[in-house]
């Protein structure tokens, strides 16, 4: 694929953005606002400057492109991604060239800059996209052998499928929330004594899965599939995912059917969709598949994303400590054979679906994904900077997430994707 003109390296805005800024002018990822003084509808992001496309819109500023002002004036960027890939593409080029640094049309006219650009800290972010459905994967090999290593026989610590096919299973879409939210302490069975009859009780392994998620555009009609060599034209962008998980409820129920309760009691994600096409420089070398893949599994190219990942851990009241630095390239399976295993028997994706990577661990273990693993289960607690121990996360814990690709001087990030745990709910 030509290079994007959209990506150019080169590229600077007159929006003024800081080095270290996730939101460059390369960037433009899409996201859904709202104030006081306006209604929800769709943004994009420079630097720390809102763009507002729905006023964009009735400027006239992108007029020759496919959108109506619906797309934007609206509360999730649904209507926008109907429009499918290529169009999205138009417009991120479009924003682009208007918020370029050489471009006069925008930028000198200070009355419509006045209405288009609004500060970030004047916005509330709100949940991008409407998800009908959603499917987290199993995908990292260091991830499932550790856990496999944990709780089974480290000499067979992967099942028998696991290095034949991308493993998932459908989540539940109404309880994923957007960042900034705070996620009560879930309660359920658990089995504390293995000797003796389970007990209900709040959680008390509470964990995080460091993951990333991609959004699709609509599929295919049902009955048909997506190739590995078609996967990215379907791929709209991706968010930073916490896929918060109850281990000890979920060490009780997951036999004989897989995650349930211990995993949909919430799942959040950051609020700005960065594109696939902006993350198009990024693309790298997966993970040697051996054995080798079935058929409809085999691809070409680089289809594995180089983006460094990192948690925090910051107590109530307290400064964050770093606990996980991890990278996206670490997955066995990418995101085009996830989408085309998904639809290999024929099963149909809708614009707005989430696939969940599953937990992101790299080969070190600093690089581990989740509490689970960081802490080996519980009997090697990690030490926090107000001098604390955790093994799993306590009560007034904010676990707060980040991303970013950086090559030739330019870095595309997602923000970030925080959480805080309040206590159970009485009953």
């Given amino acids: 694929m030509s290079q994007i003109p959209a990506n150019n390296p080169a590229l600077k805005s007159w929006i003024e953005v800081s080095s270290d800024s996730d939101f460059p002018i390369q960037n433009i990822p899409f996201g859904v606002v709202k104030s006081e003084n306006l209604t929800p509808h769709v943004a994009s992001r420079i630097g720390n400057k809102v763009i507002d496309l729905k006023t964009l819109h009735v400027l006239g500023y992108l007029e020759n492109l496919p959108f109506e002002l619906t797309d934007f004036d609206t509360d999730s960027l649904n209507p926008m991604m109907k429009k499918g890939k290529k169009a999205v593409r138009d417009l991120r080029n479009r924003l682009s060239k208007l918020f370029d640094v050489n471009q006069p049309d925008l930028q000198q006219n200070e009355q419509h800059v006045a209405q288009v650009l609004i500060p970030i800290e004047n916005v509330h972010m709100c949940m991008p996209v409407q998800i009908g459905d959603y499917t987290d994967f ?63 009780a709040p959680c008390r392994n509470l964990d995080f899965e460091l993951e990333t998620a991609f959004i699709t555009f609509d599929g295919k009609p049902l009955g048909e599939s997506i190739s590995t060599e078609e996967a990215e034209d379907y791929i709209f962008g991706m968010v930073l995912f916490n896929d918060w998980s109850a281990r000890d409820i979920q060490t009780w129920e997951y036999v004989p059917l897989g995650p349930f309760l211990a995993k949909n009691f919430a799942s959040s994600i950051s609020p700005w969709i960065v594109t696939l096409d902006a993350l198009q420089p990024f693309k790298t070398d997966g993970p040697v598949q051996d054995p080798e893949v079935l058929s409809y599994l085999k691809y070409e190219g680089q289809l594995s994303y180089d983006i460094q990942l990192e948690v925090f851990i910051a107590p109530e009241n307290g400064e964050e400590t770093k606990i996980c630095t991890s990278n996206f390239k670490y ?20 614009r707005g679906d989430l696939m969940g990577s599953g937990t992101i661990s790299g080969p070190t273990p600093d690089s581990y994904g989740s509490m689970l693993e960081l802490a080996w289960k519980g009997t090697k607690p990690l030490q926090m900077n107000d001098g604390t121990e955790r093994k799993f996360i306590q009560d007034g814990d904010t676990v707060i997430m980040r991303g970013f690709s950086s090559k030739d001087g330019v870095r595309i990030g997602f923000g970030e994707v925080s959480g805080k745990i309040l206590p159970a709910k009485a009953n």
């Fill in 138 to 200: 199993y995908s990292s090999r260091e991830h499932a052998t550790n856990v496999g290593t944990m709780f089974r026989d480290p000499a067979n610590a992967l099942l028998p499928n696991w290095l034949w096919l991308p493993v998932g299973y459908h989540g539940r879409a109404s309880s994923i929330i957007i960042s900034g939210e705070p996620v009560h302490r879930p309660k359920g069975q658990i089995k504390p004594n293995p000797d003796e009859p389970p007990i209900y």
């Fill in 331 to 350: 997955m066995y399976w990418n995101m085009a054979q996830q989408l085309a295993h998904h639809t290999v028997n024929g099963c149909n994706i809708r």
